[in-house]
């Protein structure tokens, strides 16, 4: 099963003001989603999205006319485009899109098939007063959710932790709390300095004394002896990162040197679906989660779920959810069904071969950049 070409469709579909305050601290008018598609020479097409793709068409030639199905190949390519480009993992899930179609198999089950469904908890995004967002918090659990993660500004750490603390009354101790400080990377042209490690110890023992689940990004990815000291700080509070960092080596030393509690690296985003099984399989050997972050579209969410369901990742998935602003109907507008959790408060993986991934066409051509 030969690749014949690899396609790039750019959809944008514009945000309101609350979501673009929530993604980029800079103007923003659009959030992009970039599908991709693998062709073959047996009429096959796998799909996969969550990264850009920015840059790609000079990488092209490195895939194409090669067999679809030797993925580990294709993977180790993917890690030498990076060199000059940029992370394009999105190819590798639609590689194995492809690859539980010709197996006639879900990827969940070509990873593992540990788990056929993962509890998930709603990832809050926009910015909110305390009394709406309880209000929100509320909803998500009367719709089964039993865990929710908040963003906490460091700016505004005073209000975010009353935010916390208020989810927490109105909800009580059986519902689950994350927080997430987000310190640990910048998008572009975002300068300004991360919280430092006093600050953010101090406001670790206020998350604990909430009993947060845990608390995730909370310092740069190289302050390695800050993870481990809010862990010392913090017996039962767990520290969570890893969602954006690009290197394998860098968290296998983490593994290595028991740096965090919970490993979060996107399959689209981070390190690719084939890496990730891996670091998540030798953090699981040493006790540890593998939990990943999943913020892309339905189809990213997607490879994320089956890499987690089929390794036995947990004990949480990540479903970005914050109504009535960032909807499953808008996260996943290139899809042609949402992808959506059960009244169980658990996201079931698609039974159909590959990721179960079925677009949209009409909604891709309508909002089709370019």
Known sequence: MKITDITLDRVRLPLDPPLRAAWDPRPRTA???????????????????GDTMDGFDAFRDVFVGEDALAIA??????????????????????????????AGLPVATLFGGTYDRVP????????????????????????????????????????????VAAVRGALGDEFTIMVD??????????????????????????????????VEEPLPYPDTDGFRTLRADNPGLRIAAGEMQ?????????????????????????????????????????????????WTNGIGLLANLHVAAGVGGGPWFEVPYDPPDWTPARRDFPLATPVTVGPDGCLAVPDAPGLGVELDEDAVARWRVG
Request: glycine share 6%; with cysteine; net charge negative.
């Open 31 to 49: 959030f992009d989603a970039t599908i991709v598609r693998v062709h073959t020479d047996d009429g096959r097409v796998g799909t996969g999205s």
């Open 73 to 102: 190949r294709h993977v180790r390519a993917l890690e030498t485009c990076a060199v000059h480009g940029g992370h394009y993992w999105p190819l590798e899930a639609a590689l194995w899109d492809l690859a539980g179609k010709a």
């Open 120 to 163: 998930a908890y709603a990832s809050f995004c926009v910015p909110r007063a305390s009394s709406e967002r309880v209000d929100v918090a509320a909803q998500v659990a009367d719709e089964g959710f039993r865990a929710a993660k908040i963003r906490i500004d460091p700016n505004r750490i005073d209000e975010g932790v009353a935010t």
């Open 181 to 214: 400080l987000n310190q640990s990377w910048r998008t572009a042209g975002d300068v300004a300095p991360a919280t430092d490690l006093a600050a953010t110890r101090r406001l670790a023992r206020r998350l604990a004394d909430l009993d947060v689940f845990w």
């Open 246 to 294: 690009h290197s394998v080596p860098e968290i296998l030393r983490w593994i290595d040197e028991d740096v965090l509690d919970v490993y979060q690296m996107d399959v689209v985003l981070s390190v690719g679906m084939s890496r990730a099984r891996t670091l998540a399989e030798l953090a699981m050997l040493r006790h540890r989660s593998f939990t990943p972050h999943s």
